[in-house]
């Protein structure tokens, strides 16, 4: 916007302004309020060449809508017009019931075997936890490789670890 501030003649920038809204309105249906203050711009820069299905765009913006495990609305429509592979837009971060359960009975197998904790913060020091099986309630799940640093929410990224040596772990 800020290299058309002078200029005399608008019509280019309309023109410009009224085929982002065209694009968009031709590939969403629905309309929500956290559409409001995205790149739509960008967007269109990056998307308008490809092809989309309106009626299976709305299906994915609707159930993404009704996914409690995504925290960024926003991020739902580049996910979505991306191809639904970049989860980061979503900040989809929490692992299900079913991955920390099932990663919960491997790990805590595989540290019975060793005579170690199931925790692997706890197993490598030299207090009592050291040797201590924590009960699933006692565990919070973790990325192994940090979320934040393109981890994904995986079975193949899950550990559990106590709830202390979790929290103490931050970012790392």
């Known amino acids: 916007m800020s290299q058309h501030r002078n200029d ?4 280019e ?10 694009w ?25 060449a490809t092809a989309y299905n309106p009626a299976k765009v709305s299906e994915q913006v609707r159930s993404l809508y009704g996914d409690s ?11 979505v017009l ?7 837009l979503l900040e989809v971060r929490v692992f299900d019931d ?26 490598l020091g030299h207090d009592a936890n050291k040797a201590k099986i924590w009960k699933l ?11 934040s640093k393109g981890g994904a929410t995986s079975a193949e990224n899950c550990e559990l670890l106590c709830k202390t040596h979790n929290r103490a772990k931050g970012n790392r």
């Not at 005399?8 to 019509?11: F, N, P």
């Not at 956290?34 to 308008?48: Q, S, T």
């Not at 991306?82 to 980061?88: I, N, Q």
């Not at 920390?100 to 197993?123: D, F, G, L, M, P």
């Open 8 to 11: 005399k003649d608008i019509t």
């Open 13 to 22: 920038v309309k023109a410009y302004f009224t085929s982002v809204i065209d």
């Open 24 to 48: 968009v309105s031709s590939v969403f249906s629905d309309v929500e309020s956290e559409m409001r203050g995205l790149e739509w711009g960008r967007l269109y820069e990056h998307y308008h």
């Open 69 to 79: 495990y995504v925290k960024n609305r926003k991020g739902i429509w580049e996910f």
């Open 82 to 88: 991306g191809g639904s592979t970049e989860t980061k």
């Open 98 to 123: 079913a991955t920390k359960k099932s990663t919960y009975a491997v790990q805590t197998k595989e540290a019975q075997a060793a005579e170690r904790s199931n925790c692997s913060h706890c197993a």
């Open 137 to 147: 309630e006692e565990m919070d799940a973790d990325h192994v490789s940090a979320w």
